[in-house]
Each structure stands twice: as C-alpha cells, then as structure tokens.
T-cell receptor
Framework: GQQLNQSPQSMFIQEGEDVSMNCTSS?????WLWYKQDPGEGPVLLIA?????ELTSNGRLTAQFGITRKDSFLNISASIPSDVGIYFC????????????FGKGTKLSVKP | EAGVAQSPRYKIIEKRQSVAFWCNPI?????LYWYQQILGQGPKLLIQ????????DSQLPKDRFSAERLKGVDSTLKIQPAKLEDSAVYLC?????????????FGPGTRLTVT
C-alpha cells in the first residue's frame, strides 16, 4: 500500500525554538493535511493544502505543499509548551474519494 | 458547531467477545470514515461511507468487522469475535464530502483493549 515517510519520528523542543517536520512519498498527492493529536484525543486538523507550491499559515504554524506534489512541510515558530503532542501528515491521492493516508507521526516533547 | 461524537470512550473485552462502537458525525457531513489507530501509528482507514452507501471498505477485515450507516447519519462499527490484535483506538471522522472539501474532522475515539 501507499506509504508516507514522516520525519523526524520525535524531537525535543525548548520554549521559543522553531520546529520543522516533513513528509515524503513516492506517490503524487492532490491534498496534504496536517493534524495534531493530544493523548486520549482524536487528531485535530491544523492546516489543509490543495495546490502544489501552496504556502499556508495558521497562527505560528506554516505548512507548504511541495512543488513535486510528493512532499509537505510543517513549521512551528516560537514554540510554546502546549505545542507538545503528536503531529501527523496525511495525503489524499487523486481519485481516491477522499481517503487519507497518514504518516506515522512526529512526537514533540519538551526538553528536560 | 458540535464536533464528531463517539461512544463509548473506553472498552475492555475478552478475546472472542463482540463489541460495538457508535459515531455521530458533524451535522450536514455526508461522508463518514472509520479508522483504526494502533499505538505508535497513524490512523488507518477501515471503511468510508458516502451518505448511507459504502465507498471503500477494502481494508476492513470483513470476516470479523462490520459497519453500517442506515439513515446516512449515525454509524456503528462492530467487531465479532474480537482478537488480541484488535486492541487499538477506533476513530470516527466526517467531512462534507464534495470536491475541494475533503477536510476530515475526527471524534475523540474509542480505546479498545482486548484481553
């Protein structure tokens, strides 16, 4: 089946730092979505991207739809403690009736 | 606007028992999805409904899993009989379901433990 490679798997942040994560695939996607999941909760939609090259912001979050349509990036600027959680990328193949394929997630934790 | 509702939030059963999960999507959302999320993984689609019809159930283990959405609104997912490897979080999501509006919104999930 289709796979999304999401990296890094985990990272530690210090308050105020910028954070970057990305997703890559061998397949072309029509849509990229970024979600955040807190423990015991369902994923919450952060940003949706629909066009190659598109750059979209949501507060301190910025995501880009890669020009090749095979990758996407999420940046978090000036991180705060509540940014801790698991971030998932999800891609939607053309003609897939809306089905999403998820990455394995990037776990953000606070530096001890 | 109310979000996606799911119940129960937690369920513990023994293997070979049966279990059912319920989902109520966001009002007006035509498309409903059930996902399985195993610990440490991203969600994996089990079945997708458009109104009350099945669009994709290619990854649903049909020998033990079944789902229905009788009136195009609420949905139930059933496992019978359960196996140890079914321990996971079962997530329901919904979307408006037409081109350009495939953003999916998730419920809180049901955490199933099979012992």
């Amino acid at each position: 089946g289709q796979q999304l490679n999401q990296s890094p798997q985990s990272m530690f942040i210090q308050e105020g730092e910028d954070v970057s994560m990305n997703c890559t695939s061998s397949s072309i996607f029509n849509t990229w979505l970024w979600y955040k999941q807190d423990p015991g909760e369902g994923p919450v939609l952060l940003i949706a991207l629909y066009k190659a090259g598109e750059l979209t912001s949501n507060g301190r979050l910025t995501a880009q739809f890669g020009i090749t349509r095979k990758d996407s990036f999420l940046n978090i600027s000036a991180s705060i403690p509540s940014d801790v959680g698991i971030y998932f990328c999800a891609g939607q193949l053309g003609g897939s009736q809306g089905n999403l394929i998820f990455g394995k997630g990037t776990k953000l934790s606070v530096k001890p | 606007e109310a979000g996606v509702a799911q119940s129960p939030r937690y369920k513990i059963i023994e293997k070979r028992q049966s279990v059912a999960f319920w989902c109520n999507p966001i009002s007006g959302h035509a498309t409903l999805y059930w996902y399985q999320q195993i610990l440490g993984q991203g969600p994996k689609l089990l079945i997708q409904f458009q109104n009350n019809g099945v669009v994709d159930d290619s990854q649903l283990p049909k020998d033990r899993f079944s789902a229905e959405r009788l009136k195009g609104v609420d949905s139930t997912l059933k496992i019978q009989p359960a196996k140890l490897e079914d321990s996971a979080v079962y997530l329901c999501a919904s979307s408006l379901g037409f081109t350009g509006a495939y953003e999916q919104y998730f419920g809180p999930g049901t955490r199933l433990t099979v012992t």
